[in-house]
Nanobody, 115 residues
């Protein structure tokens, strides 16, 4: 089993920044992908960004140039630096870890961007 604990969400004004963190523990393989999805009210969960242990990244077009994903493999922790936040970034952000074709999910952290 894998446990994911997210932190760093909150309320910020448009144009501001937040940094999300997610620490993984448990049965973690050396090769995996960690990242972030988000779900806004009334919408489906969508990809934000992922990063493999080999540092291969994948970003959603809507956040390119504003968000940066990084990870510390020694700590099994992934980060999401979010800059130039917009009201449409408001959502619950979920951390995920994928290994052996299975996705584990965190409990989610709320990010709210006000005008």
């Amino acid at each position: 089993q894998v446990q994911l604990v997210e932190s760093g969400g909150g309320l910020v004004q448009a144009g501001g920044s937040l940094r999300l963190s997610c620490a993984a523990s448990g049965s973690i393989l050396r090769t995996n992908a960690m990242g972030w999805y988000r779900q806004a009210p009334g919408k489906q969960r969508e990809l934000v960004a992922t990063m493999s242990t080999g540092a291969i990244t994948n970003y959603a077009d809507s956040i390119k140039g504003r968000f940066t994903i990084s990870r510390d493999n020694a700590k099994n922790t992934v980060y999401l630096q979010m800059n130039s936040l917009k009201p449409e970034d408001t959502a619950v952000y979920y951390c995920t870890l994928a290994q052996w074709g299975y996705n584990y999910w965190g409990q989610g952290t709320q990010v709210t961007v006000s005008l």
